[in-house]
């Protein structure tokens, strides 16, 4: 059974930054696309970015292209989010999935495409 765990969030103020982590189990982790995605309270949950299962491409909404990078350690099993120059808005639960296929060669950003999903972690950023 997939378990995704995310670690990491916490309050940091607007222009800092976090690392989020995100430890797998019970699945091929390397086979897999991940993504993480957010959550605000009373909002949809949305994406954020995603990383193929080689680690080579990655992928990012427009509102944190430029400011958050995703990597991934197929070694360690574990999928992060470095979030760099964090605003407000950013403020959420956010949350690790896997793409429902495996080595899927192509890119997603539609929530129901993904499995998995760990409990959150919450990020909150003050201004």
């Known amino acids: 059974q997939v378990q995704l765990v995310e670690s990491g969030g916490g309050l940091v103020q607007a222009g800092g930054s976090l690392r989020l982590s995100c430890a797998a189990s019970g699945l091929t982790f390397s086979a897999y696309n991940m993504g993480w995605f957010r959550q605000a309270p009373g909002k949809e949950r949305e994406f954020v970015a995603a990383i193929s299962w080689s680690g080579s491409s990655t992928y990012y909404a427009d509102s944190v292209k430029g400011r958050f990078t995703i990597s991934r350690d197929n070694a360690k099993t574990t999928a992060y989010l470095q979030m760099r120059n964090m605003r407000p808005e950013d403020t959420a639960v956010y949350y690790c999935?896997?793409?429902?296929?495996?080595?899927?060669?192509?890119?997603?950003?539609?929530?129901?495409?993904?499995?998995?999903w760990g409990q959150g972690t919450q990020v909150t950023v003050s201004s």
């Open positions: 999935a896997a793409d429902r296929t495996a080595r899927s060669s192509t890119y997603t950003s539609r929530a129901h495409d993904y499995a998995g």
